[in-house]
């Protein structure tokens, strides 16, 4: 297959594909909202930067049935003319702090898609808050005590 350029794919998908989900606003001032349900978009919006069929290299955050979390990659082109090939699939399993390190270690500190460093991150915050509430393992929330607590 011939390589063709992600910004040429882009214009071809940009406004027409099966993955993508339009939400209306409420007012018409607040316009319409497109969203994209494709493998590798890491904020589910119809965007170039997070696409991952236009884009050459994707990265994803996604819950697993198991309560878990995956990292999904984009690899090598030569498995263009393969999508399932092309993704490759990383448990995390860790405690928190280990699993931020195990994220940017495969991804930010080889100089993959350093830009969606943050949004990876808040991707797996909450799927591993909801991984929490799922195994019915929470914080217990803090009682407030109003302005009395002072001592004065």
Excluded: H
Excluded at 3 to 15: D, H, S, T
Excluded at 54 to 73: E, M, Q, S
Excluded at 84 to 104: G, Q
Excluded at 112 to 132: C, E, S, V
Aim: net charge positive; aromatic share 8%.
């Amino acid at each position: 297959m011939v390589a063709v350029p992600e910004q040429l794919v882009w214009e071809c998908i940009r406004k027409n594909n099966s993955f993508l989900r339009k939400k209306n606003g409420s007012t018409k001032r607040s316009g319409c909202v497109t969203f994209s349900v494709e493998k590798g978009n890491l904020k589910s919006l119809n965007q170039l930067k997070f696409s991952g069929l236009a884009g050459p290299k994707t990265v994803d955050v996604v819950f697993t049935d198991n309560n878990g979390c995956k990292l999904i990659t984009k690899t090598a082109s030569k498995c263009d003319t393969q999508p399932k090939k092309a993704m490759a699939s990383y448990n995390i399993k860790r405690d928190f702090r280990r699993s931020t390190k195990v994220l940017t270690k495969l991804t930010t500190d080889v100089f993959y898609r350093r830009d969606l460093k943050a949004a990876m991150l808040g991707k797996y915050t909450k799927i591993y808050q909801a991984n929490r509430r799922a195994k019915g393992i929470t914080k217990p929330v803090l009682v407030k005590k109003g302005r009395g607590t002072l001592g004065m």
